[in-house]
């Protein structure tokens, strides 16, 4: 029995059908929401991975004199880090979006064969 299956089987023992359906309704209200958010954070994490993929491609075409040359190697890298480190956190919210909208589906479909 899945995590939703166990949460419409607490929910069928404790309320009566419209109950029921209301707080369905609620907690489908709030994936919703969370989906929300996350579509946002996934957002802001895709346009700060493309600023900083510019920021390094701009510092490794860019004419700099050889005393400097450390210096931007170096800026290339910690931006390499930062890119890694975002796009971490971005697969991460995609995979808990994607595991969401599993649920929210889910979660919808055993709302209509109720009602």
């Not at 400097?68 to 975002?86: C, M, N, P, S, T």
């Amino acid at each position: 029995m899945g995590f939703d299956n166990t949460i419409l089987l607490k929910i069928k023992r404790k309320f009566s059908t419209d109950e029921a359906v209301k707080v369905m309704l609620k907690k489908l209200a709030e994936l919703e929401q969370e989906i929300g958010v996350l579509k946002s954070e996934i957002s802001e994490k895709e346009d700060i991975i493309a600023k900083k993929n510019v920021e390094i491609h701009d510092l490794r075409y860019k004419e700099v004199d050889s005393k400097r040359g450390w210096l931007r190697d170096e800026l290339i890298a910690d931006l390499d880090k930062e890119v890694k480190f975002y796009k971490g956190i971005h697969e991460e919210r995609e995979r808990k979006y994607k595991e969401l909208e599993i649920l929210y589906s889910r979660a919808l479909v055993q709302l209509k064969e109720r009602s």
